[in-house]
């Protein structure tokens, strides 16, 4: 999905240097969210064991922040064209940063078995 940022002109300068990154993390609410849940099945699926919310990426969190990586395509003034952000139209965004391997790439990363079977 391709997806333009329009960031308020009132902060253009803050994009400054973002033409250098492949990829962006971009934080948003989830301000559809009208429920809070602390267990439950991701994505809904039958076969992934039940987990706390703090367990998962499902959105019906005490603090419905959302995050997730995008791919950045273009930057034209204060308007970001990106690949992979999978939000409602109008859902407000909270910060768009870099993503910068040094500081978010982790080695000897662990996960559950599960999550590598999820479908996105």
Same mark, same amino acid.
């Given at each position: ?25 971009? %934080? ?6 009208? #429920?809070?849940? %602390?267990?439950? #099945? ?14 998962? #990426?499902?959105?019906? #969190?005490? &603090? ?13 003034? &204060? ?37 590598? &079977? %999820?479908?996105?």
């Amino acid at each position: 999905m391709i997806t333009k940022i329009v960031v308020d002109a009132d902060y253009s300068d803050g994009l400054r240097g973002i033409d250098d990154y492949s990829h962006l993390i971009i %934080l948003y609410w989830l301000d559809k969210v009208d #429920r809070v849940r %602390l267990t439950m #099945r991701p994505q809904g699926k039958k076969d992934v064991p039940e987990v706390g919310i703090f367990a998962c #990426r499902c959105p019906w #969190r005490p &603090n419905p922040i959302g995050m997730t990586t995008v791919k950045a395509l273009e930057r034209k003034g &204060n308007i970001l064209t990106v690949k992979g952000l999978d939000v409602l139209d109008g859902t407000p965004l909270l910060d768009i940063k870099p993503y910068t391997p040094p500081y978010d790439a982790v080695e000897e990363m662990r996960c559950p078995d599960w999550v590598n &079977n %999820l479908e996105y």
